[in-house]
């Protein structure tokens, strides 16, 4: 049984990671590199549901890159990060953020307002 679900969890995951299709947006003064899944969209009303990944050149405060679920209220022009994972050396983690932020107004002309506009108009 304990084998099964091993399987179980492993084939989940694998299919779950082929599912994604990130897309390089740009990168901050940092170095930061951001990344977008374009399969993660998803609506809800006002709402778009989406996935970043945020890879740092060097380790900060000890993670090497982040992914975090964010959601865009196309009417407001808000973003929320609903939460994060940090990830360090051999991809373990470092850090989470489980508690959805308050939200926050989309500056024009950020990386952001790209996304918004790209996920608001579908």
């Known amino acids: ?11 989940a995951s694998a ?3 082929a599912v994604s299709d990130w897309v390089m947006l740009g990168s901050d ?14 609506n809800a009303g006002n709402l778009r549901y989406y996935s970043l990944k945020y ?7 000890g ?3 982040s992914v975090s679920q964010e959601a865009v209220d196309c009417e407001a022009q808000t973003v929320t990060t609903l939460n994060r994972i940090a990830y360090g050396a051999d991809d373990k ?6 508690k959805p ?6 500056a024009p002309g ?3 307002s790209v996304i918004a506009q790209g996920v608001c108009s579908k």
């Open 29 to 42: 003064p940092r170095g930061v590199t951001v990344y977008f899944d374009r399969m993660s969209v998803r």
């Open 110 to 112: 950020s990386t952001l």
């Open 55 to 61: 890879v740092a050149p060097s380790p900060i405060n």
């Open 101 to 106: 932020q308050p939200p926050s107004p989309i």
């Open 63 to 65: 993670a090497s890159y």
């Open 1 to 11: 049984m304990r084998k099964s679900l091993f399987s179980i969890a492993l084939i």
């Open 15 to 17: 299919a779950t990671a």
């Open 93 to 98: 983690v470092v850090g989470t953020l489980s």
